[in-house]
């Protein structure tokens, strides 16, 4: 068997929350490399473990042990002293750092290191008015990019005639409303853009930027749920207008009598947009769950808002492609799920495998399967310890069948 082909499941289960705990412990003691990083990785480890794993003598596992949010403090603050300089970036990386140690990473002599404290959401704010000085332009733009930093710093770390450090700034939504509102205008359309992805924009600019001459931009402010309603009200009713009826159709401000007329549209692009919105109201979703196009209903077979009675009319659409969608919605009923695991076709069973709310009797059932992506799809999503057990300690040679 050709193991780049079929990964070690194990690798997969480390990297599933339900992993079982027995499974982790032996994969932090494994001899391969690979087997003790994925244990450091995994989000079903123990505080305990990751204290053993900063020991290791390989900093591959040393740093994905720094890396990891339920890191002891005490275990961050000696790997903060490592020689590996990227054990330190993560450590400096880590939200779960105590600020003095933050602090004095921010001294570190690898810019790289300091970059990733400028960008820690927890980095004391007197540290991040030093770093937001500091002589090299990526540690400024990490500070740009953080969610948290104080406007003070923002302000420090901004050259106005740097590209990059008007796009963090855009993207950022810490940004005052003024600086966001001025990058509304730039002269770049990536600035623009950026501006009008920011979930914090303010209305001014998405107003400004709902009318920008490119496309791409406008449709984006368009969808913005903070963008004033009569501009989203006014793209849903232009018939000229495709990308703005199509930007209408996918926010969530979009008043539901809107919605019902936009589920009718003559463009599926805009019917398909409407599928996908999770503000779709009953009316619109039953319209669209009688599409003619298969990928109307495929978007709406996969949207978490659809109404469940229409999920299993969905799951037993003639197309494949509707009913992959519908195995891998994890509002569907359980009962569907076990039908859908019983399916004809290997991709529905897969989306089955790979959807947590899928119960314990569906997945036991694909484990027979002895297929190797539905296997694998197990392995990254089956919260039922079992079938995760024996998918890693009892299943080792399974891996020899492609689907049918």
């Known amino acids: 068997m050709n193991s780049a082909e079929h990964p070690d499941l194990r690798l997969l289960i480390a990297a599933n929350p339900a992993a079982p705990p027995r499974l982790i412990a032996e994969l932090a003691s494994a001899e391969a490399l690979v087997l003790r990083a994925a244990a450091a990785m995994s989000p079903a480890i123990t505080p305990g473990l990751l204290a053993e794993l900063a020991k290791d003598p390989d900093a591959a596992v040393r740093r994905c042990t720094a ?11 000696s790997l903060a002293g490592d020689e590996d300089a990227l054990v330190r970036l993560a450590v400096a990386a880590n939200s779960a750092t105590a600020a003095s140690v933050l602090d004095m990473l921010a001294g570190d002599l690898a810019d790289r290191v300091r970059a990733a404290v400028a960008g820690n959401p927890s980095c004391p704010s007197a540290r991040l008015l030093m770093l937001a000085s500091d002589d090299v332009a990526r540690v400024r733009h990490c ?16 050259r106005h005639h740097s590209f990059l450090c008007r796009l963090f700034l855009a993207g950022n939504p810490a940004a005052a409303r003024a600086a966001l509102d001025g990058l509304a205008e730039d002269a770049e359309p990536a600035i623009r853009l950026a501006v009008a992805r920011n979930r914090l924009a303010p209305p001014l600019a998405l107003e400004r930027l709902a009318h920008d001459p490119d496309e791409q931009v ?7 749920p903070a963008t004033p309603h009569y501009l989203v009200a006014s793209a849903a009713a232009d018939g000229s207008r495709l990308a703005a009826r199509k930007a209408a159709a996918g926010n969530p401000i979009c008043h539901p009598a809107q919605f019902v007329a936009l589920a009718s549209d003559p463009d599926t692009s805009v019917r398909r947009a409407a599928s996908g919105n999770l503000a779709l109201p009953e009316a619109g979703a039953s319209l669209l769950a009688r599409d003619t196009d298969t990928l109307v209903r495929a978007a709406l077979g996969g949207n978490r808002s659809c109404p469940l009675p229409l999920l299993a009319v969905l799951a037993t659409d003639v197309d494949p492609r509707v009913r992959r969608r519908v195995a891998l919605n994890d509002r569907a009923w359980p009962v569907l799920l076990d039908k859908l695991a019983e399916d004809s076709d290997a991709a529905v069973r897969v989306g089955v495998a790979k959807n947590p709310a899928a119960g314990a009797s569906a997945h036991r059932l694909l484990l027979a399967s002895r297929c190797s992506p539905i296997l694998e799809a197990l392995a990254m999503g089956s919260r039922h310890e079992d079938v995760l057990t024996m998918l ?13």
């Open 143 to 158: 500070l740009l990019q953080s969610p948290e930093a104080t406007p003070e710093a923002l302000d420090r770390a901004y």
């Open 218 to 224: 406008s449709a984006t402010a368009l969808r913005h």
């Open 392 to 404: 890693g300690t009892q299943l080792p040679d399974i891996r020899t069948q492609q689907p049918g």
């Open 67 to 77: 890396g990891h949010p339920i890191c002891p403090p005490d275990t961050l603050t």
